[in-house]
């Protein structure tokens, strides 16, 4: 399929350029991830056919249907789709950012930053779920400004950022070994699950928090990304152009931050997502730009089939999602690497 851009006039004069491959690949993964959803509804103790769980989530199941998929299995799969796509999203926006496929939030540290926060929140204060969440939400926080701080010489560069980060994430998964091994035997339990990355128990409180924050979030990226593909030129071709660069590059920072941040505090530190999702979206859609909605629509579908896999693929032994995307990133990472070796990029 070759890559084919259209101007699309609007009635009031306004020109929008549609690339048609990436807008294919868009519903396609939209379909995929949508599929993969009702596939693991149905999927359980007390397995539903696809079609009975349609008509249940169109309101025509019986009572048993209905308890079971609104209330148990729903939720846990809105979760899925929107720390999929959190990820995808924001490990696009950091890639474009660093204009550098190693740049997202995994290598970068912010998933060991919410860890460092959730374990707090599990040694420390031995807190609930509410106060772990909102743990991992500002220890995310924290270590997006540390990295953005030291990273600023003048402005914020892709290599300087992508190695401010590793140096950080180092730094915070020591502090993290240390908490672990001044937790008792219940906590240190407890904050190993956590850290595995998980959907298992989700539920409507961790859906709605996390929905309004992707409300917001998402047509707030969405609306920059023209001056982020500016950005990826350099910095004084987007000067040139009219793009407040640091202001555009601050701006997004802290979306993508607060959307990976997030994830891990609705999830736990989902592996590899992140930087996964947007190097395969821009394989499909074979489009230059930061390609966000192709990469929030990839890390939706990516996670919930992960899900599926995880529930389904090892038998009656039932794995954490984010063991199942841990094996599959490190696999892509490594080939990434090997690749980016051979085009003499590193």
């Known amino acids: 399929m070759k890559t084919i851009n259209r101007a699309v006039r609007s009635p009031g004069g306004l020109s929008i350029r549609l690339d048609v491959r990436a807008f294919i690949v868009v519903l396609l993964l939209l379909a ?39 209330e148990l299995r729903l939720p846990r799969v809105l979760v899925g789709l929107l720390v ?14 660093s204009r550098n496929p190693l740049g997202s939030p995994d290598v970068l540290g912010l998933g060991q930053g919410a860890t460092a926060g959730a374990l707090t929140m599990i040694v420390l204060f031995s807190g609930d779920a509410n106060q772990v ?45 240390y908490l672990l091994t001044k937790s008792d035997i219940v906590d240190a339990a407890r904050a190993v699950v956590w850290m595995t990355g998980s959907l298992d128990g989700r539920d409507w409180d961790q859906v709605w928090p ?34 407040r660069v640091e202001r555009v590059r601050l701006l997004l920072m802290v979306a993508a931050v607060l959307l990976t941040a997030s994830a891990t505090a609705a999830a736990g530190p989902v592996s590899f997502v992140a930087l996964t999702a947007p190097q395969l979206a821009r394989r499909l859609t074979r489009s230059p730009g930061p390609n966000l909605l192709p990469s929030l629509c990839m890390g939706a579908a990516l996670l919930v089939t992960a899900d599926w896999l995880s529930q389904r693929a090892f038998g009656a032994e039932q794995l954490p999602v984010g063991v199942v995307t841990g094996v599959l990133g490190g696999v892509y990472l490594l080939w990434l690497l090997v690749t980016e070796r051979r085009a003499g990029r590193i």
Request: aromatic residues 6%; proline residues 2%; charged residues 10%.
């Open 133 to 177: 969440a909102l743990g991992a939400l500002v220890g995310g926080l924290v270590t997006g400004l540390a990295i953005y701080v030291l990273a600023w010489k003048r402005g914020v560069h892709g290599y300087r950022l992508v190695l401010v980060g590793i140096g950080v994430s180092a730094i915070v998964t020591a502090v993290n070994g």
């Open 210 to 243: 996390l929905l309004g924050l992707c409300a917001v979030l998402v047509p707030l990226a969405l609306c920059n990304a023209r001056g982020l593909r500016m950005m990826e030129m350099g910095d004084d071709v987007s000067y040139a152009l009219g793009v």
């Open 84 to 97: 999929g796509a959190s990820l995808g999203l924001g490990g696009a926006l950091f890639q474009s950012i």
């Open 32 to 70: 995929a991830a949508l599929t993969a959803s009702v596939v693991l509804i149905g999927t359980g103790d007390f397995p539903i056919p696809a079609a009975d769980v349609l008509r249940t989530l169109f309101g025509q199941g019986n009572e048993g249907q209905e308890f079971i998929v609104n």
